[in-house]
Nanobody, 123 residues
């Protein structure tokens, strides 16, 4: 079982930026599709972004984050990142990193998850 660990969340002002990181200490993430999913208070989980295995040449974004979020991976460091720019109060939530050996239309079905990192955006 792959155990993911996210970091990088915090309290930021609207308009600011953050970099969220995701890694696994005992497993290589290189061969997995990786996903970011967020959960805002009082709302359902929302898919944010997807990156393909290997070099990560395929990247996808949810409509609400396109143009502001950038997903990337560094396979040497065994890291997956989510760079967030132009933060808005409605970006507030817990951000989860998830992974699976397959591409998933519903990343909520991912095989393994991290514990989440909290992002709070003040207006």
């Amino acid at each position: 079982q792959v155990q993911l660990v996210e970091s990088g969340g915090g309290l930021v002002q609207a308009g600011g930026s953050l970099r969220l990181s995701c890694t696994a200490s005992e497993s290589s993430l290189t061969s997995y599709w990786m996903y970011w999913v967020r959960h805002a208070p009082g709302k359902s989980r929302e898919w944010v972004s997807t990156i393909s295995p290997g070099p990560g040449s395929i990247k996808r974004y949810g409509d609400s984050v396109k143009g502001r979020f950038t997903i990337s991976r560094d396979n040497v460091k065994n890291m997956v990142y989510l760079d967030i720019d132009a933060l808005r109060p409605d970006d507030t939530g817990t951000y989860y990193c998830a992974g699976d050996s397959k591409f998933l239309n519903f990343p909520e079905d991912s095989s393994f998850w991290g514990q989440g990192t909290l992002v709070r955006v003040s207006s």
